[in-house]
């Protein structure tokens, strides 16, 4: 389901205003002409299935209620069971543009920054890596194999004489702050390896690792790092390109982007500075590469994210359907009333009471995203924004309720 915004009644961006045109292009597409009459394809299309109506109003609603904050761009897709377990149905959802007043919709292989779900990813490899390769344990302590691998490169901190082990970097129980203190000393795109490891030198544990879930981005850099020596020294994008080949997972256009922004299907990211409603370009590069790209570099699309979507719901026949099996397991105590598997967050679900959906999402300078799944019910959701700050977290919370009310 792809159109662009040249295609309908939206000519002209310069009389009105952003909120007013996101909430023109929405009522488009969701199936209302500007002048409030249905339209008429679109509606049959509601009309014969509930879900795909809900889903379009809580969308609408989130672009109301986000105001100014409401993402310049979004693509959703939602995923339910079908007539069989191995042909689920698939609704896509588009709203906006891919860049501002370029009068363009997203669609399924518009490319967006996924900025931390990539922590799924490298917690899916650790899984692989434990269950399946039989390359280390959960409760492992990390330390070792740094020594054994890179010898004389890092000395990670412990605190009276209790480790950091694997399962506390992918549970964000390490202790470890949320960035490094040095971030800014290796400028924009240029934090290495060498800056990280020089961080970890200094770092102070506040208590023992496993105690308190405080999230982390540096610990997930050291995670995905030390897999990689692990992996004979390959690059994160090595390393889950072989990863994804091994799970048979149809995932063309996910993958680390450092230096070639030329293809026309990236979207353009956006921000908005304190006291401003007026949205701004972001750089087309984040500013933790190349040390944390196993905690948020991945790109990828809308068509990507579903299939991503299928196999952590097993509905793809794939050998590797024990690792989102074994990564949403609760492992720690998070947030509020949440719990934390290998990188998954699992929050309670109202529809379902006393289950847990699973959730990650991701923010970058410009873009938002966000992938929720019920695994008993086989349904879940994906949101994928171009915009810091649009909160499409709390768009899914509603949808996978949605999912799970009918």
């Known amino acids: 389901m792809a159109r662009h915004l040249a295609n309908t009644r939206i000519v002209n961006l310069s009389p009105v205003s952003r909120r007013e045109f996101l909430r023109r292009s929405g009522a488009l597409i969701a199936g209302v002409s500007l002048n409030g009459l249905p339209n008429p394809a679109r509606f049959a299309q509601d009309k014969a299935d509930p879900i795909v109506k809900q889903v379009n109003r809580a969308i609408d609603q989130y672009m109301q209620d ?14 339910r069971p079908g007539t069989t377990p191995d042909q689920p149905v698939v609704n896509t959802f588009f709203r906006g543009e891919v860049q501002l007043g370029g009068k363009q919709l997203p669609d399924e292989k518009t490319i967006f920054e996924l900025g931390s779900i990539s922590k799924i990813f490298t917690a899916s490899l650790l899984a692989d890596m434990v269950f399946n390769q039989k390359l280390l344990k959960l409760e492992d302590d990390v330390q070792p194999y740094y020594d ?3 010898p004389n490169s890092v000395a990670l901190p412990t605190y009276h004489g209790k480790t950091i082990k694997f399962w506390h970097l992918a549970t964000h129980t390490a202790g470890f702050p949320d960035d490094p203190p040095n971030l800014k000393a290796g400028g924009p795109c240029l934090y290495t390896t060498q800056l990280m490891y020089k961080a970890l030198d200094a770092l102070e544990l506040p208590e023992a690792p496993g105690e308190t879930a405080s999230y982390s981005n540096l610990g997930f850099a050291i995670l995905a790092d030390v897999l990689m020596l692990i992996s004979n020294g390959k690059s994160v994008e090595d390393v889950i390109q072989a990863f994804f080949n091994r799970a048979k997972l149809n995932l063309l256009d996910t993958h680390i982007m450092t230096a070639d922004f030329s293809d026309s299907r990236f979207a353009q990211g956006y921000f908005t500075e304190k006291g401003s409603i ?17 905690a948020g570099a991945l790109h990828s699309t809308l068509t990507d994210m579903i299939e991503w979507l299928k196999f952590n719901l097993q509905l793809l026949k794939s050998p590797l359907n024990n690792v989102p099996t074994e990564a949403i397991k609760p492992l720690h105590d998070f947030i509020k009333d949440e719990k934390i598997g290998l990188g998954w967050q699992l929050k309670p679900l109202k529809a379902k009471p006393g289950s847990y959906s699973v959730n990650k999402d991701g923010e970058t300078l410009g873009f938002n995203t966000q992938i929720v799944f019920f695994p008993p019910t086989r349904t879940g959701a994906v949101a994928l924004t171009n915009t810091a700050g649009s909160n499409p977290a709390m768009l899914n919370a509603n949808l996978i309720e949605i999912l799970n009310s009918n």
């Open 66 to 79: 986000m105001q100014d904050q409401a993402p310049i761009g979004l693509a959703v897709a939602i995923v």
């Open 148 to 150: 054994k691998l890179a």
């Open 278 to 294: 007026k949205p701004k370009q972001a750089n087309q590069c984040m500013p933790t590469w190349p040390a944390f790209d196993g």
